[in-house]
Every structure is written in C-alpha cells, then in structure tokens.
C-alpha cells in the first residue's frame, strides 16, 4: 500500500491524473488490447478529469482504446436528470475525450430488473477482462462506491440503500432538498473492486481526515469499507495535506520518506510519457 500526500487538492488531482496517463500510455492499447478503468463520481475526481481532459487536447493521451465502468449510479433518477452520474461523467468528461460510446460502461438506474442490470454488469466487466485500474473517492464516513458502513467486504454490484448521511452530503446537488435526493442506488462491491489490478483512492480535504486515519492506521473494518483495500496487493491513496490531520505524525513522515524514494525512481510528476 501506498500513501501519496500532497500539498493540496490541485497537486493530488494533477498526481492522480499522470499516473492515470503513464499506466494508460505504458499499457500500450490497441484495437483488441483494451485499458479496463473503472472511475468515481462526486466532487473530489472533477480536478482529476479536467486533467485528463487536458492531457487529452495536448496529444498526449488518447481514450480510443480504452473501456470503462463507473461505480455507481441512482435508482429512479432520469438518465437525463442533470445530477445523474450519466449526465456527471458525459458533461465533465466523455464528451471532451475520443472514447468510443460503446466503452463507456455505467449501470442503470431505471432498468425494469436491477438485480439483472447488476448482474449484467459484473459480466460486462468479466467479459473486458478485468479492471486494470479502479480509481474512487470516499465518503466522510469511508464509503467506497455506495459501499455503506456495515456493508459486506465480499459484495459484488447489487442495490443499497442509502445512509443518511450520505444523504444529507448529495443534499448540496439537490438544491438542499432531501426530499429529492435519491434514497437507493445501484453501485459495485467492494469485492467487485478489490478485483482489479490496481486500485487508487482520492481522498481530500480535512473532512475526510478521520476516514482517512480509519483506511490507513486501524484495522480492515465493514463499518469503513474503504480499509478493505488494506488487503489489496496494489492499493495507493492519493491525499492533501488536509486530509492527514487525524493520523500520527510519525505515519505521514514515513510515507512521506517513501515519496521521496518513488520520486527520484518512477513518480510520475516526473515524466508524462514513456521515452
């Protein structure tokens, strides 16, 4: 495991987006050899895609050969609803890159059967191969996905019902009215994520600081679904300084140590592409 501090939300966001860029440029994709990443939604990746986005009008990235597979979405929102995450991901990112429509995978939460749907998502994901890269953001109270406190660190896509304060915190994108903030969604497991390849969390902002001590400094617990990926072989959590002010000092010298190492090695602030 590996933890990634940086000084603020705009060097972690352009962090994340290069190491996204290298494991993309690095995989070498072409027409039958597809990059499978699975991305988040929420305010925390927005400085993340505008990156990429960036990379992608420079020439230095390009999304034709590649798939992905978000992790969620609302039940019973209209797909066209501006705060679905159809509408988040094609107006903050698809339509600025050349990714094929077709490979861009997000479940749907107004399927006739969404047990189906979300089986039919696992298999979607099977049949790609895998995740080569699963990126997400977490909740204050460490939810993955829509992985709640107390949900099963084996679960796989399926429905979940909303916490309250999960609730109370997508409030701000409903005009402040619970009362038309979705109370289900459809999301992927945990254990869906843990089978990637790699995984890389996006954690910002001093009110995430003690979810974040919860993932890296105590034990893998369902109650903080996010320390499940504690076990991942390739796990890095991308943070600011803000959201390390719940763990030791001792903890943020050390992996700031290990940063050091990584820089001068493969760090990819260092390098945008392979020579």
Same mark, same amino acid.
């Given at each position: ?80 609803? /501006? ?32 047990? &189906? ?22 909740? /204050? ?40 903030? /979705? ?12 089978? &990637? ?17 919860? &993932? ?11 320390? &499940?990926?504690?076990?991942? /072989? ?42």
């Amino acid at each position: 495991m590996r933890l990634v501090i940086l000084e603020d939300y705009d060097q972690a966001s352009e962090w994340a987006a290069k190491y996204i860029c290298n494991r993309i440029i690095q995989f070498k994709p072409s027409h039958g050899r597809y990059f499978t990443l699975g991305l988040p939604t929420g305010s925390t990746p927005l400085g993340c895609y505008k990156k990429l986005i960036e990379y992608h009008k420079n020439g230095d990235l390009s999304f034709k050969y590649v798939k992905t597979f978000n992790m969620d979405e609302y039940v019973g929102l209209p797909r066209n609803h /501006p705060e679905s995450y159809h509408s988040y991901m094609w107006n903050n990112f698809f339509k600025h890159i050349d990714i094929d429509p077709n490979n861009a995978h997000i479940l749907d939460g107004n399927a006739p059967d969404l047990q &189906a749907e979300c089986d039919a998502f696992e298999k979607k994901i099977e049949e790609a191969g895998g995740i080569d890269l699963f990126v997400g953001g977490i909740g /204050p109270d460490g939810h993955i996905a829509f992985n709640e406190p107390g949900s099963s660190l084996s679960s796989r896509t399926r429905l979940k019902t909303l916490a309250m304060d999960t609730i109370l915190a997508n409030a701000k994108y409903f005009d402040g009215d619970l009362s038309k903030v /979705p109370t289900m969604a459809l999301t992927v497991g945990v254990g869906t994520v843990m089978d &990637a390849r790699e995984v890389m969390i996006l954690i910002t902002g001093a009110h995430k600081a003690f979810a974040l001590y919860k &993932a890296i400094e105590e034990g893998v617990n369902h109650m903080w679904t996010v320390s &499940a990926f504690q076990q991942h /072989p390739r796990t890095i959590f991308v943070c600011d300084e803000d959201a390390t002010l719940e763990l030791r000092v001792k903890t943020v010298k050390y992996f700031k140590g290990l940063m050091h190492v990584h820089n001068k090695l493969v760090d990819p602030l260092y390098s945008m592409k392979e020579n």
